[in-house]
């Protein structure tokens, strides 16, 4: 039974014609009134949907307790990571308020922790030094390789902060237009590989820009191809000129956060669900420390200083910038994306609730365009942060009620008093926070055994990103893993099959000793879809395939003359064979190893291109002049369907595809058996 007859045997039905408009009208329709128009409000606030439906009683102390954590650490991580971005402390604690404060309103995750991370606040602080350098005491960025300063298009007038306002707003807009288009799909060429190999590139970058506060140095900054290089060596220089009471300060900081996380946490988390907040301690130790001894008059020791006080008022952000920061920002966005993907994909997974992709993308785009009418930088979500959010047992966003409430507490009242603090005390906080990404290098093991192409992409990706700016390095990153995509599919693998005799299943005949190759037919399996990169290696196959049976049947012709089988003639009734007739059958029953029939398994092709559908008709057509026939089996709905619309069947009759091998082979057989049938009744009469 063939394709054909396989589909009207069992009332195969055809797909409806696409009626684009109707459809959209009848949408558009229902979205516009009634419970439509709430529920597609639902859709871009789904605060709407489960405020009304929050379970107080269950729900309530456990967000409490998680958004006070949250809160804990959102203090001494904006401050840290306010400086990784080449801003004031202050900006930091802005940017972790007004954004997940605006996140709880649009996004679906009920434990991620929106506010600044390393990576985005690193990628923000490369954008600010490249186009807005800091001068002081004659120290500039410098570009590794042509010494560029300042880029020509922005303003000397223009402040930082209103520079990554308007990155907040442009990477909002960017964000918003992913969602629109429906690009949340770009996730799955971020593969975990890209995104470790990436993330720990970044904290390279991060680890080394805090080396200089740690040691109490200024130091130029670079960008551009080598930057960490010569960063390291302009601090090997300045070594000499190390400020002692600097140095002392940040080792007995590092050892107070690694001594508190790696060895007292782990045992308080077996008793309480909440963790020591070892950073906020260091915070309030040091400025205290800094205050009572004044480290900063008698020690030259460089502290945080003015710190404001207040919510600022907010204002419009530099829209004439946008064009400018476009590049920069759509890397930002990605980033940030990816990341809130990332763990939200896991939260979710692991207490059973949906997260819709789409809408996170919203979520984050209207947060940044929000927040950008305020002095922020882009934020997104934080690894760590998230974790103890989950560890803390929080159920739902309105934790963020309650973290936020202790920020604005920070900012409304107690900032003035933090202005004592150590800056090397928040470079300490964030590389000891570095931990967990340099703690990604123990993929790499189990990752070269499981898969060379995943090994690469993390080398790459880390390479890339360790020796380039964090942007060029993920736009790299991104472009290998799509080149292995290429190389996956150029590569492709194939397998001749055989059948099985005690089930008449068909598998490689290279895997399975007790399958056997077919007299006369051979079956070719071609394991990725079809398409302009790979045509050629499957015209190869098919060549391979049939040039392999041809030797075959040369070495075995001499060998096999003298074994023919002789059918044994039974004489009833008195009649019997002549010796002529008995020599025509011996003839014909000889088995022969001849290539007559290829049946190619088209299981893994889930759609053609143009040169796939030319390739198809060409093979078949070469095959054909040799005196071979061509059998297409497991050929996918949609295949046939696009391969119908384009008059494929004018070329190669619909009768030789089969829904399956085993169909394909039964045909065979059973022309064999009709030649058989004809052959013997000619052989009589004559």
Same mark, same amino acid.
């Given at each position: ?490 590569? =492709?693998?194939?397998?001749?099959? &055989? ?6 299943? $068909?598998? !490689? +005949?290279? /895997?399975? %000793? ?91 092709? =889930?759609?053609?291109?143009?040169? &796939? ?6 093979? $078949?057509? !070469? +095959?054909? /002049?040799? %005196? ?59």
């Amino acid at each position: 039974m063939n394709q054909e007859e396989f589909d009207i045997e069992y009332d195969r039905l055809a797909l409806p014609p696409k009626r684009t408009w109707p459809g959209m009208r009848r949408k558009l329709k229902s979205c516009l009134i009634g419970q439509g128009l709430f529920s597609q409000i639902c859709g871009f606030l789904p605060i709407l949907h489960w405020l009304p439906n929050y379970q107080w009683k269950n729900n309530l102390f456990h967000d409490i307790i998680g958004g006070l954590t949250v809160g804990i650490m959102h203090v001494p991580q904006g401050m840290a990571y306010a400086s990784l971005a080449s801003l004031d402390p202050i900006y930091g604690l802005y940017s972790s308020f007004f954004a997940s404060s605006f996140y709880m309103f649009f996004g679906t995750s009920r434990h991620i922790s929106v506010g600044v991370f390393a990576v985005a606040s690193l990628m923000v602080g490369s954008v600010r030094l490249r186009l807005l350098p800091d001068i002081t005491d004659d120290q500039l960025i410098t570009e590794a390789f042509n010494g560029t300063t300042m880029d020509a298009e922005i303003d000397a007038s223009i402040t930082p902060i209103q520079l990554t306002t308007a990155l907040t707003l442009t990477v909002g807009v960017v964000q918003i237009a992913m969602g629109a288009l429906r690009l949340d799909f770009i996730t799955a060429y971020m593969s975990d590989q890209l995104l470790a190999g990436f993330t720990t590139g970044a904290a390279c970058h991060v680890f080394v820009a805090q080396l200089n506060k740690i040691v109490g140095v200024k130091l130029p900054r670079y960008s551009g191809f080598g930057m960490l290089i010569y960063m390291l060596r302009d601090l090997g220089k300045a070594l000499p000129r190390t400020n002692i009471v600097t140095a002392i300060v940040s080792i007995c900081s590092i050892a107070f956060l690694v001594i508190g996380k790696a060895l007292i946490n782990p045992w308080v988390k077996k008793r309480f669900p909440i963790p020591i907040p070892f950073d906020l301690l260091l915070v309030v130790f040091g400025t205290a420390a800094s205050f009572q001894i004044n480290l900063h008059g008698n020690y030259h020791v460089a502290i945080v200083d003015h710190i404001p006080r207040g919510i600022p008022n907010p204002s419009l952000p530099r829209i004439d910038l946008v064009l400018t920061l476009l590049s920069d920002a759509i890397g930002i966005a990605i980033v940030c994306f990816v990341v809130t993907i990332s763990m939200g994909k896991l939260f979710a997974k692991r207490h059973r609730y949906r997260l819709v992709a789409g809408q996170e993308l919203y979520a984050l785009g209207f947060m940044e365009c929000l927040s950008s009418f305020f002095p922020v930088f882009p934020a997104g979500t934080a690894l760590s942060r998230s974790l103890v959010c989950e560890a803390a047992g929080t159920k739902t966003q309105l934790y963020t009620i309650f973290s936020s409430l202790l920020l604005l507490i920070v900012i409304l009242w107690v900032g003035p008093f933090l202005e004592a603090l150590p800056k090397c005390i928040l470079a300490c906080i964030v590389v000891v926070a570095l931990q967990g990404l340099f703690m990604q290098f123990k993929q790499l093991k189990p990752l070269w055994t499981l898969s060379k192409f995943d090994f690469l992409v993390w080398i790459v990706s880390f390479l890339a990103t360790a020796c380039c700016d964090v942007t060029q390095g993920l736009a790299i990153s991104v472009a290998f893993v799509l080149m292995t995509v290429v190389f996956r599919c150029q590569w =492709a693998k194939w397998q001749q099959l &055989g059948q099985l005799a005690d089930c008449g299943e $068909f598998c !490689d +005949l290279s /895997r399975y %000793g007790s399958a056997e190759q077919l007299i006369g037919v051979r079956v070719l399996r071609f394991a990725t879809q079809l398409n302009f990169a790979n045509v050629e290696l499957f015209k190869r196959a098919v060549q391979t395939v049939i040039d392999d049976s041809i030797a075959a049947t040369k070495t075995k012709a001499g060998a096999s003359s003298g074994g023919s089988v002789h059918l044994v003639v039974k004489h009833e009734n008195g009649y019997g064979v002549d010796v002529r007739t008995a020599k025509k059958l011996n003839t014909w029953s000889k088995p022969t190893s001849k290539i007559e029939w290829l049946i190619i398994d088209c299981s893994c092709f =889930a759609y053609l291109d143009a040169m &796939g559908v030319d390739t198809f008709k060409e093979c $078949f057509m !070469d +095959l054909k /002049r040799q %005196g071979i026939s061509v059998y297409f089996a497991n050929v996918s709905d949609d295949v046939r369907d696009m391969l119908n619309n384009i008059g494929f069947y004018q070329h190669i009759s619909a009768a030789n595809f089969f829904p399956s091998i085993k169909s394909a082979y039964e045909a065979i057989q059973g022309i064999r058996k009709l030649h058989s049938a004809v052959f013997i009744t000619s052989v009589f009469r004559t």
